[in-house]
């Protein structure tokens, strides 16, 4: 338990780093690493796909907390635009975190690669919304954040990057989808959450040191480490070809994918 715990503190840093600089939320790695982690422990196979979506899950509530803080000190956060997407976005990550639950863990597995190549090939090709004008219809938010919030608690991450595209293709500036996407976290995290530990109260296989399907050792090491590192990382994206180093790190995203469909 301690070297996975130490090791998860590793996996924070980086983590960490990787939210600050690319403004990419963690499950992007979190969840494969914690995959091959709780495999290497000898976790029980039915639950380790579903053990590394929750745990990751968990650690946004805590790093959307430190981003909602600083957007709010920079007034980047457009309140209005967060209340109509909050009650879709925590209907959608219940109704998700009960569809993972109900799913077969390779269907889960599978599912979350091809949301690797989604990610890995769109920075890739730094894909990014036209600047055509287009009328707002802000009715849409209630479905579209249903959605966000359903694909989120499968793949346990907290929405960025389908809030932000979402947002900058209805013409809202970047540093205020980046700000909306990021309060949007929390009550994806929370529901998911709940839901998850609700389903696996009674779940006997569940290694020591498990609440519900969350495992606290890697939550505590991950939230240790990447609530320091991510103003790293912001730091850094001003000082380093932050554009350039996405596109390396979009080929790492794909080895990571076919990593884990080749098993």
Not at 14 to 43: D, N
Not at 139 to 166: E, F, K, M, Q, R
């Amino acid at each position: 338990m301690l070297e996975l715990f130490l090791l998860t503190m590793l996996l924070g840093v980086v983590a960490g780093i990787l939210a600050g600089l690319f403004g990419l939320g963690g499950g992007v790695i979190i969840v494969p690493a914690l995959l091959w982690l709780f495999s290497a422990q000898k976790f029980p196979d039915e639950y380790i796909m579903i053990m590394a979506i929750a745990t990751s899950l968990a650690t946004i509530i805590f790093t959307s907390l430190a981003s909602i803080i600083a957007h709010h000190k920079h007034e980047n956060i457009k309140w209005d635009r967060v209340y109509r997407l909050i009650p879709g976005v925590f209907i959608g990550a219940a109704v998700g975190a009960v569809l993972a639950d109900w799913v077969d863990a390779e269907i889960l597995k599978d599912f979350f690669i091809v949301y690797l190549f989604y990610v890995g090939i769109r920075m890739a090709l730094q894909l990014k919304p036209g600047a055509k004008k287009v009328k707002i219809k802000s009715y849409l938010d209630y479905p579209v954040g249903h959605g966000i919030g359903l694909l989120s608690a499968i793949l346990g991450i907290g929405g960025g990057t389908l809030t932000v595209p979402y947002l900058l293709g209805q013409q809202v500036a970047m540093k205020n989808a980046v700000a909306i996407s990021s309060v949007c976290g929390m009550p994806i995290a929370l529901s998911g959450v709940l839901v998850y530990i609700l389903l696996s109260w009674d779940k006997v296989l569940l290694p020591e040191w498990s609440f519900g399907y969350i495992y606290l050792p890697a939550l505590l090491g991950v939230v240790l480490c990447s609530v320091i590192t991510a103003p790293i990382g912001a730091k850094l994206a001003n000082k380093l070809p932050a554009q350039k180093i996405k596109r390396y790190f979009s080929g790492i995203i794909i080895f990571i994918a076919i990593k884990m469909m080749l098993g």
